[in-house]
């Protein structure tokens, strides 16, 4: 199995710019969530999707963020504008949830690495 | 709302023992997770518990007490490539596979 991948690895921009941060989940897990880490406020979840579908994105920082899944295989993160505080690394992570007595734990991309100057 | 405790910084001896003690406030309870997360990497899976009680895998131990809200990760015969972030995470009851809110994580370093 791939793992979840996510691109890019690393993108430096100015303010202002728009970035989009994609994300292929692992095959058959019908949850997907988007989180940011950065030194300050640790890992924090940004929005999850289940079977494609936005179940909570009360973590969204504010209109400048953005996020898609057009299919079970594909989300997008979009940040438009850009701000310097909002670098910081952002991970992608699936989970096949509760079924089956699974225990639902998170499976992590290795992150993008989001530099704002 | 959710609060997770966790000491920052923890230091050990190679082949020592350590725990790592986590505490919670949370509105609702499916599920404690442990994380380790190296430098530069993405958290990987450690541990699970729903109920109380200890759950042993290799060197990682995991425990739990729902009525104290408390958890520990125990670690043994610690090895130099166990220096990492270990992230105490916490799933509630909203939803099916609900959403695991973390803690601030604790480095742990592991000295010769």
């Known amino acids: 199995d791939a793992g979840v991948i996510q691109s890019p690895r690393h993108e430096v921009t100015e303010m202002g710019q728009e970035v989009t941060l994609r994300c292929k989940p692992i095959?058959?897990?019908?949850?997907l969530f988007w989180y940011r880490q950065t030194m300050m406020r640790g890992l924090e979840l940004l929005i999850y999707?289940?079977?494609?579908?936005?179940?909570?994105d009360s973590g969204m920082p504010e209109d400048r963020f953005s996020a898609k899944m057009p299919n079970a295989s594909f989300s997008t993160l979009k940040i438009q504008p850009s701000e310097p505080r909002d670098s910081a690394v952002y991970f992608c992570?699936?989970?096949?949830?509760?079924?089956?007595?699974?225990?639902?734990?998170?499976?992590f991309g290795e992150g993008s690495r989001l530099t704002v100057l | 709302g959710q609060n997770i405790d966790q000491p920052t910084e923890m230091t050990a001896t190679e082949g020592a023992i350590v725990q790592i003690n986590c505490t919670y406030q949370?509105?609702?309870?499916?599920?404690l997770f442990w994380y380790q997360q190296h430098a530069g990497e993405a958290p990987t899976f450690l541990s699970y518990?729903?109920?109380?009680g200890l759950e042993e895998k290799g060197r990682f131990s995991s425990f739990l007490s729902r009525s104290k809200g408390y958890s520990y990760l125990l670690l043994k015969e610690l090895q130099m490539k166990d220096s990492a972030s270990y992230l105490c995470?916490?799933?509630?009851?909203?939803?099916?596979?609900?959403?695991?809110?973390f803690g601030d994580g604790t480095t742990l370093t592991v000295k010769p």
């Open positions: 992570a699936s989970s096949p949830g509760l079924a089956g007595f699974r225990t639902g734990e998170l499976f």
């Open positions: 095959s058959g897990h019908d949850y």
């Open positions: 999707f289940n079977n494609n579908v936005p179940i909570d």
């Open positions: 949370t509105s609702g309870f499916n599920g």
């Open positions: 518990n729903v109920l109380d």
């Open positions: 995470a916490v799933r509630d009851t909203r939803t099916n596979a609900g959403k695991s809110t």
